[in-house]
């Protein structure tokens, strides 16, 4: 009894044989890849190493497309977090120059208020003096 030849050697058979033409053996393999389709109908749902190899080579290009993508993303955001802090710190200087102002500007409205209602103050107390000392007077 002799071994079941390998797939691989009766490929070799069939291309090696020299009493066959280029075409006899062209048929012959693709009849024996039928055969093998037919044998193992999931074959195609199995990877192969290319197959493997291919997605490797894919997965490894778009982590380096993703990887380049982060690096602009962060480039993008750090400027813009420049940008950002620069016109925080632009409103800030703004706000307090404003709260300054302002300042100022209550602190004479309240000395201004201040000096109407004292002056008002001893106005009214100077007409309430003449009127009490012009009632003693009359009566």
Known sequence: MSPNPSKV?????????????????TLLI??????????????????????LTDLQLELTKEIADTRKEIKELDVKLTKEIEITRKEIKDLDLKLSKEIKDLDVKLTKEIATSK???IKWVAGMLFVQVIAITGIFFIT
């Open 30 to 51: 693709d009849e024996f890849i039928n055969e093998i389709k037919r044998e193992y109908p999931d074959l195609k749902y199995h990877a192969t190493k290319s197959d």
């Open 115 to 117: 000096s109407d209602t």
């Open 9 to 25: 050697d009766i490929i070799q058979a069939i291309l090696t044989n020299q009493s066959l033409t280029d075409q006899e053996k």
